[in-house]
């Protein structure tokens, strides 16, 4: 099966022409196609980890007794990176962690409701559904179509909003569809009837330039996605009247303090991955630029969605390509053929038979009883990665697909 031709040249974004993989220390024989999911941490900030775990363990004494004031410099780092003021930003160990410190925060009514959206992430959804039972409210959940456009997504959302809603929960980039929704005009939308926002911007950081919107309310993400941060890095931004409630999930010594300083006190919590962060962000800076990544993912993911759903369409004669409204440069989403990841579960059990049997690993998603595959891009890819799923993974998903 011919590939369609570049368009382009992909010139490797590195000094000197050294290879990009050799800055991540990724699995040899396996094709990583799934960033999107838990990242890639740069070997400079693993290193940075380790020296900090072991000067951490030499005197934990000393470290612990300091680490609030550590923290405290160490979020300013991180929000230069993400272009918010540092007083306006915490630190938690992922996106859902935010979100549940939001969650159970805020004051919520009886019989408030929850708005949101059939692209919701579904631990953020669950969430939802666990706050509004326990004030005997629910959660009003917009149907959004795929190839939706910004204007029908917040036209879609605020149908939903009533005198009852609390909170309305939104993507901005999401987790099984891969596309963005317009959070700042909904955010604008839903302060002039003065109800809060939370962004779940899990997917932000490192793809977009200026990830946190412009707006007051609440706004999640995470570091350790494509900027590349040790896992257990993420960011919860607060601005305006509703952060006064913020507390932190677990009290510990931060309670005569209020948002950001009151989450600064973790306890025993090891926050070595958050002291890294930085360590990855500036290695991408140095070595290749942040806005060259950026630009190096988008011409990629056009390469790779290009001829991926070329190779399915041509091998099962449906049409793969798919859209969905406001696309993603590092994040793109094919159709795989029908009977494949058609439920949930099913989609697990497709995306370990693809890392266990053709050694590549991608993310498998459902959405609307059809099954996708999602493609991440990223600074150690190359156009080969994507031929050679085109090549290897394709016949055999297709032929998967006919015996079902």
């Not at 706050?131 to 939706?148: E, M």
């Not at 080969?384 to 090549?391: L, M, S, V």
């Amino acid at each position: 099966m011919p590939i369609p031709a570049l368009t382009a040249p992909f010139p490797l974004l590195t000094p000197e022409g050294a290879p990009a993989i050799s800055d991540w220390s990724m699995t040899p024989g396996k094709v990583h196609l799934n960033h999107g999911s838990y990242g890639a941490v740069p070997l400079a900030a693993q290193q940075q980890q380790l020296r900090l775990k072991v000067e951490m363990d030499q005197n934990p004494c000393t470290w612990f007794m300091g680490q609030a004031a550590t923290l405290a410099g160490t979020r300013v780092g991180i929000a230069e990176f993400l272009r918010v003021p540092h007083e306006d930003m915490a630190l938690v160990i992922n996106a859902s962690a935010g979100v549940s410190a939001v969650y159970n925060s805020l004051p919520f009514a009886d019989g408030a409701e929850i708005v949101t959206t059939d692209h919701t992430y579904g631990a953020v959804l669950e969430g939802a559904k666990r706050i509004a039972r326990k004030h005997n409210g629910k959660v009003q959940v917009a149907s959004v179509p795929l190839d939706a456009d910004a204007a029908l997504v917040l036209e879609l959302v605020m149908a939903q909003v009533n005198d009852r809603t609390a909170l309305i929960v939104i993507d901005q980039i999401t987790s099984a569809t891969a596309r963005r929704f317009p959070v700042v005009e909904i955010a604008a939308a839903a302060g002039k009837l003065g109800v809060p926002v939370l962004v779940d911007g899990a997917h932000a950081p490192g793809v977009l330039a200026e990830p946190v919107p412009d707006f007051d309310g609440f706004w999640v993400g995470n570091l350790h996605k494509f900027a590349c941060a040790p896992r257990g890095t993420a960011a919860l931004v607060a601005r305006g009247a509703f952060r006064r409630y913020l507390e932190p999930l677990i009290d510990s010594w931060g309670f005569p303090h209020v948002f950001p300083e009151s989450f600064d006190h973790v306890g025993t919590q090891d926050i070595t991955s958050w002291m890294s962060a930085r360590t990855a962000i500036d290695t991408v800076e140095a070595r290749y630029g942040w806005d060259g990544f950026r630009s190096y993912a988008a011409s990629l993911g056009d390469y790779g969605q290009r001829i991926v759903q070329h190779a399915f369409s041509a091998l099962t004669g449906e049409d793969a390509s798919v859209d969905v409204g406001m696309p993603v440069d590092p994040l793109r989403l094919i159709r795989l053929p029908r009977g494949l990841a058609e439920t949930h579960e099913d989609s697990h059990a497709v995306r370990a038979l693809i890392s266990d049997e053709l050694d590549f690993e991608t993310a498998i998603t459902t959405f609307g009883g059809a099954g996708y595959l999602r493609l991440s891009t990223h600074l150690y890819n190359t156009p080969a990665d994507y031929e050679a799923f085109a090549e290897r993974a394709v016949p055999a998903l297709a032929k998967l697909a006919q015996a079902r």
